[in-house]
């Protein structure tokens, strides 16, 4: 059983940036694909960011390109999400969440069985 838990987030103004940080226990990390997902109020969870086991494949939406870095310390079973040049429609809770790795790639939040409470990220304009 994996415990997933998220840090880092807060209030920024628009340009800012913000590092998160999940914290995975209870399970080999090495073992596990991982992701951000994000949702706003009065809107669907939306994935942000997926990595792989290996920390070698990621997928980013495009909202996100460019802006934000996904990167995983294997030394630390610790995820993180840099997010630069946030805009005030990133505002979200961010979550982190985590499944057993497979042969296929993840497509959806119903893929990922671990998930964390989530952590706030206000950004203002």
């Known amino acids: 059983q994996v415990q997933l838990v998220e840090s880092g987030g807060g209030l920024v103004q628009a340009g800012g940036s913000l590092r998160l940080s999940c914290v995975a226990s209870?399970?080999?990390?090495?073992?596990?694909?991982m992701a951000w997902f994000r949702q706003a109020p009065g809107k669907e969870r939306e994935v942000v960011t997926t990595?792989?086991?290996?920390?070698?494949?990621?997928v980013y939406a495009d909202s996100v390109k460019g802006r934000f870095t996904i990167s995983r310390d294997y030394t630390k079973n610790t995820m993180y999400l840099q997010m630069n040049s946030l805009k005030p429609e990133d505002t979200a809770v961010y979550y982190c969440?985590?499944?057993?790795?497979?042969?296929?790639?993840?497509?959806?939040?119903?893929?990922?069985?671990?998930w964390g409470r989530g952590t706030q990220v206000t950004v203002s304009s």
């Open positions: 969440a985590a499944r057993l790795s497979t042969v296929s790639w993840p497509s959806s939040s119903s893929d990922y069985g671990y």
């Open positions: 209870g399970g080999t990390f090495s073992r596990y694909d």
């Open positions: 990595i792989r086991w290996t920390g070698g494949n990621t």
